[in-house]
């Protein structure tokens, strides 16, 4: 009979809190409510349970914000990491694998190419006018075009490149399965670190004096070479030597050529001191 009367209480109150007497130490648990439906889930809850069981993630396209937002998620000490690694090269570390661990960003590199851009303007501008300063008929211009050809250059540089470097690279791992591949992204990643040592070789160029410009240039080219060579080596190391010689060879090549140009383009020479008509008159008198 107090069962009976138990159950009908239950049968009224279907809210009601019960205690397992099985497991004394268990918390008391709320009865769950009557659902016409049967058990029923959430579709959203369900589709999202199992797309985290099964380990896959949804597709994003490669034209839409969501899809270059996840490249820009990244905290400052990682950003850091990778700066300092791009100019600290070291022949048994692979930044890829090392710094980027299969999570390349594009904050760190499009602030560098930004940086390196106004940084070659600027000290462009400034070397112009220190090199012409003190000449009676020169009146200095800031030369605002320098920022859009500086950027034109340094940008096709860190995304054309790329672009065609991971184009080489999966023609040749279609051909060499046992190559190591990279993504697009990584590839583009790396090459925005590794111009992150001009911006510091870039502002040393102010001081007009040739040695200094050029001991700056070949540091700056080692280092980021470096990187560049000791990156893609294990890429194409399996691949033909020529094959591996030529790719190699291209990327350090375009890296000087980069280097060179914006020096050359950029930062005017110092003259030589002109000699006045009256001194020339009196030597040659």
């Not at 004394?24 to 769950?32: H, I, L, Q, T, V």
């Not at 000449?135 to 995304?159: D, Q």
């Not at 700056?216 to 470096?226: D, K, M, R, T, Y």
């Not at 790719?247 to 110092?270: D, E, M, Q, R, W």
């Amino acid at each position: 009979f107090a069962f009976e009367e138990a159950g009908n209480l239950l049968e009224e109150n279907r809210d009601a809190v019960t205690i397992s007497i099985e497991d004394e130490g268990s918390k008391p648990k709320r009865a769950a409510a009557y659902s016409p439906g049967g058990n029923e889930e959430d579709p959203l809850t369900s589709d999202d349970r199992t797309e985290l069981l099964s380990g896959q993630k949804k597709s994003i396209p490669f034209w839409t914000f969501e899809y270059y937002q996840q490249f820009f998620d990244i905290e400052t000490h990682h950003v850091k990491e990778r700066i300092i690694g791009s100019v600290r090269p070291w022949p048994v570390k692979n930044f890829i694998h090392v710094y980027l661990r299969r999570n390349p960003d594009l904050f760190g590199p499009f602030w560098i190419c930004t940086t390196l851009v106004f940084a070659i303007a600027i000290s462009g501008n400034i070397s112009n006018f220190l090199v012409h300063l003190g000449k009676p008929n020169y009146k200095y211009t800031p030369e605002f075009r320098k920022v859009t050809i500086a950027a034109t250059a340094i940008f096709s540089y860190a995304w054309l490149v790329p672009l065609a470097l991971w184009g080489t690279l999966l023609w040749r791992n279609n051909k060499i399965l046992s190559l190591v591949s990279y993504s697009f992204m990584e590839i583009v990643c790396v090459y925005g670190y590794s111009l992150a040592i001009y911006i510091p070789a870039v502002v040393l160029w102010i001081l007009p004096y040739e040695w200094l410009r050029w001991c700056s240039i070949v540091g700056a080219l080692c280092l980021s070479g470096s990187v560049l060579v000791m990156t893609f080596l294990p890429a194409v190391r399996d691949d033909h030597p020529k094959v591996m010689i030529s790719i190699l060879s291209t990327i350090a090549l375009l890296n000087v050529l980069l280097a060179v140009g914006c020096k050359a383009y950029f930062f005017s020479k110092p003259e030589p001191a002109e000699i006045s008509t009256s001194d020339q008159v009196t030597s040659s008198t």
